[in-house]
């Protein structure tokens, strides 16, 4: 084997093994952002339904008041 090709070859392999590296990093992260974002939707998911009740419960109550009161509730424009 010539000399060029020697070079060539160890060249292709630490270039591989640098990109497995790289690989074996981006997956790691993958994983960890995956159950960062589940222990954040555990977190919010309680809050989130709190705001949807109470948006509901806020569209039935505004839908039950007759066209004029809800400007006056607010006050003088």
């Known amino acids: 084997m010539t000399t060029p ?11 591989t093994l ?4 790289v690989l074996v990093g981006l997956v790691r992260h993958v994983f960890l952002l995956g159950r960062t974002l589940r222990r954040f939707q555990e977190e919010v998911q309680p809050i989130a339904e709190d705001i949807a009740v109470g948006r509901e419960r806020a569209s039935s ?14 006050g003088p424009s």
């Open 18 to 21: 640098a990109v497995a590296v």
């Open 61 to 74: 109550r505004a839908a039950s008041l007759p066209t004029g009161a809800a400007r006056s509730a607010r």
């Open 5 to 15: 090709a020697a070079v060539w070859i160890i060249v292709g392999l630490v270039s």
